[in-house]
């Protein structure tokens, strides 16, 4: 496993951001650095994507700051110019992932069924994200399919709140979730700095409470 799938591991929930305004980066990177969880996957679905990126990559060097809702090769590039250390998709293409590995550039596509799944382990991928991870069957789905596949660990993202997540970072073939319930779009837009830091160390605590780290 690469480094940055370590860090993932350690760092047990990754925040799911949507900056619609890049001038909220670097207050939303510093809470959540100090809330505890030092990493975000900023959505390319808006036009702030890539200069949130470049902020929170400057300001912050140690935090892991990755890019997600990527489904083209011309985003990937875009991504990890502005400093992207990571590349989240919503779901499996060849292409996009073919790429990122080519470049050394860690990637995380969506899977949801088992043919994806066998997909993905014949590119040589060995970790997976489960998108939307409730809709589709959650942690059931996940311990199921995991029976075959024991050599794949999954990011489950989608419909993770504070309430499940205990039980998804539980189990062994979870690597980490994905969440934004700590991140809400409007309390970025608001300006809760303070709140999503307080929800973010929140978060925190449950990771520390389930794996110990």
Known sequence: MNAVLEQFQKIGIIPVVVLDDAKDA??????????????????????????????????????????????????????????????????????????????????????????????????????????????????????????????LKFMPTGGISAENVREYLAFDKILACGGSWMVKKDMIKNGEFDKIKEMVAEAAAIVKEIRGV
């Not at 939303?28 to 679905?45: H, N, Q, S, W």
């Not at 990890?80 to 590349?87: D, E, P």
């Not at 899977?111 to 994806?116: A, G, I, L, V």
């Not at 997909?119 to 199921?144: C, N, R, S, T, Y």
């Open 26 to 151: 670097e207050a939303l990177g510093k809470a959540l650095m100090e809330g505890g969880l030092p990493a975000a996957e900023v959505t390319f679905r808006t036009d702030a994507a890539e200069e949130s990126i470049r902020i929170m990559s400057e300001k912050f060097p140690e935090m892991l700051v990755g890019a997600g809702t990527v489904l083209t090769t011309e985003q990937v590039d875009r991504a990890v110019a502005a400093g992207a250390k990571f590349i989240v998709s919503p779901g499996l293409n060849p292409k996009v992932v073919k790429y990122c590995i080519e470049k050394n550039i860690p990637v995380t596509p969506g899977t949801q069924t088992p043919t994806e799944m066998e997909q993905a382990l014949e590119l040589g991928l060995d970790v997976v994200k489960f998108f939307p991870a409730e809709p589709a069957g959650g942690l059931k789905m996940i311990k199921a399919v995991s029976a075959p596949y024991t050599m």
